[in-house]
């Protein structure tokens, strides 16, 4: 997989400890542990080393984003970013239903 | 677009959930959509002679509630930007959020002895949270044997 966008960084005196679950993924011995947001939900998802996309989730071929699998067995395309604006437009409007009792 | 950071922490750990830190858009305007791009999770204190793990989770929420912890003043990483909008608060004693269910985007079982750090290195994978009053994320904590405070630090942009 090229391009996860993020990563995350393990620093532990020995082995032992420097294992880590990150959202049902074990990383053992990995210092450095690249991550992607999924695009739909953004669930940070651990991506192992010379993964296939379709392991970690999938692409979703409506937005081109990297998402989970949760979100890829859905099988919609509905952007974090379009839930986002969603949520301030309801909140937007109970507002105005209380400014008008 | 301003960076700051928030060093949330618990100061004793128990099996159920404590929250650390909590950033959370304020409940009276103006609200700014929050970015974390950032944590910084790891124990605060001597380990347990007996080798111990600690699960640390992010997730949403709707609304502050009247709980009690530290309200903080986000630091500002760049001294020329102005104050955050976003509301935080560290370092909980008693839970006072609405968690929404199901809304964990970061859970992490990590040893005792280790430090995490993760960071999204590009814009596309920031946490972008609603500017809808009171909704925000948590980082939150526990462990079944670590009884000691860790640090769980949240550096967001606005």
């Known amino acids: 997989m090229r391009n996860p966008g993020g990563y995350v960084t393990i620093d532990a005196p020995d082995k032992q400890s420097q294992r880590i679950v990150l959202n049902g993924t074990v990383i053992d011995s990995e210092k450095e542990v690249d991550t992607f947001s999924c695009a739909h939900c953004q669930l940070v998802v651990a991506v192992k080393p010379m993964c296939d996309p379709a392991d970690m989730g999938g692409l979703c071929k409506s937005c081109m984003g990297l998402i989970c699998s949760h979100c890829y067995d859905i099988g919609t395309c509905t952007p974090i970013m379009k839930k986002i604006e969603q949520d301030e437009d309801r909140s937007r409007f109970l507002r105005s239903m209380q400014e008008w009792g | ?158």
């Open chain 2, 1 to 158: 677009m301003p960076y700051y950071s928030v060093p949330g922490y618990v100061n004793t750990m128990t099996t159920t959930y404590r929250s650390a830190a909590t950033v959370t858009a304020p409940v009276t305007g103006p609200n700014k959509r929050c970015k974390v791009f950032e944590m910084i999770i790891g124990g605060t204190a001597s380990p347990n002679s007996t080798d111990c793990a600690f699960e640390v989770d992010l997730s949403r929420v709707t609304a502050t509630g009247t709980g009690a912890a530290t309200l903080w003043t986000s630091t500002v990483m760049d001294p020329a930007d102005s104050a955050a909008t976003t509301v935080a608060n560290i370092a909980f004693t008693t839970e006072p959020q609405t968690v929404v269910a199901n809304s964990t985007l970061y859970k992490i079982g990590m040893n005792q002895r280790a430090t995490v750090r993760w960071i999204a290195a590009q814009e596309s994978q920031y946490l972008v949270n609603t500017s809808s009053s009171g909704s925000g994320f948590v980082l939150r904590a526990l462990s079944a044997a670590f009884a000691t405070s860790m640090g769980g630090q949240i550096s967001f942009m606005e």
